[in-house]
């Protein structure tokens, strides 16, 4: 029986009874407290909680039933401040996660091959040719240029010196 | 009897052969044919409306020239190279330097003729009106590059608003 309380935690309602006893009766703590950590963290955080409320309203006699009904929707908000308090942690990895996701699906599209955006070949519309085409293309332009003798830095007939000069190099510096 | 013939036969053969290539080579190269793979062209293609069969046909008769070009090409290189180095030599050999020259222009005869047989079986896969469209086209293309070419060299020589001076 004791073995299956240890085991059990205390509830919200038994911390609260505890961090706020009832007026004259002693603060009677159950022996699962001494054994389980967690559950006397819980019930330090909870009187806290009570603590901090109780510094925030001032003398106790003052109080109007407005300032009680403030104050007990004070000390429930704190409470359940206390109760959220413990999952920020895996919120906040939740969020990390998250945000890493986003930023993987964000980069996605740029780790993906591009598409061409044209099919390649011979049918293919677009105007680049193909690596041996351009090859060929050189080809046919190289001829033209040299069977009609248009290019001027090979043809013979500009390396005749100029009469008069040792050299035509020389003319022109 | 009959080898005199034959050998007339032969002459009368080579001389109209040489009086065709002589009037033929220089027509072909006048006209300027449309410099590069220009069957590969798409626009050029649709602008004379070359059918895939005409293009595929182009394409074989390139392909059956093209080792012969890249040779011709090769060797007329080689010669002008060669026809260089005697020229920017002082010591050179005149009648060696001759010698070079014609091999040289030989050379680039031998490649000018491969080029028009491969133009003119090209023009053979041609109809007449495609044939002539190319050649306006080229034409054009021709006017347009000579027209921007004149136009920076005005720009170098003094800007482009330049005005020749009133007499």
New interface residues.
């Given amino acids: 029986m004791n073995e299956n309380r240890s085991r059990n935690h205390l509830t919200d309602a038994e911390l609260f009874g505890l961090a706020i006893p009832a007026v004259g009766s002693p603060e009677a703590l159950p022996s699962h407290l001494s054994d389980c950590l967690a559950c006397s963290r819980s019930l330090h955080e909870w009187k806290g909680a009570v603590r901090d409320v109780a510094d925030d309203m001032g003398p106790l006699g003052d109080r109007t039933s407005e300032a009680w009904t403030g104050a007990q929707d004070q000390t429930m908000r704190a409470i359940r401040r206390t109760r959220f308090a413990r999952p920020a942690l895996p919120l906040r990895w939740g969020v990390g996660v998250a945000a890493a996701l986003l930023l993987f699906a964000l980069a996605l599209p740029l780790q993906r091959p591009t598409a061409p955006a044209t099919p390649s070949g011979p049918s293919a519309s677009a105007p680049d040719l193909s690596t041996q085409d351009q090859a060929d293309d050189a080809l046919l332009r190289d001829v033209a240029r040299l069977a009609s003798a248009e290019e001027t830095g090979g043809s013979w007939s500009t390396l005749v010196p100029e009469p008069g000069t040792a050299n035509g190099e020389e003319e022109r510096l | 009897m009959n080898r005199r013939t034959n050998a007339r036969a032969a002459i009368r053969f080579f001389v109209l052969a040489a009086a065709v290539a002589g009037v033929a080579l220089p027509m072909l ?1 006048e006209q300027d ?1 449309p ?3 220009w069957w ?4 050029l293609a649709a602008e004379i409306n070359l059918s ?1 069969e005409q ?1 595929r046909e182009i ?1 074989k008769i ?1 392909v059956n020239s ?1 080792t012969r ?2 040779d ?2 090769a060797d ?2 080689k010669k ?1 190279l060669a ?2 180095s005697s ?2 030599d002082r010591g050179a050999d005149r009648r060696t330097v001759e010698k ?2 014609e091999t ?1 222009e030989n050379a ?1 005869a031998e ?2 003729k491969a ?1 028009a047989l491969m133009v003119l079986d090209m023009k053979q896969v041609l109809k007449p009106d495609q044939w002539d469209h190319l050649l306006q086209l080229q034409q054009e293309m021709r006017e347009r590059r000579l027209m921007a070419r004149e136009g920076r060299q005005n720009y170098r020589q003094g800007g482009p608003f330049r005005r020749t001076p009133n007499r």
């Fill in positions: 190269s044919f410099e590069g793979k590969k062209r798409p626009r895939p293009s394409e390139f093209r070009l890249i011709l090409k007329l290189e002008q026809l260089q020229m920017e070079e020259i040289l680039r490649l000018q080029r």
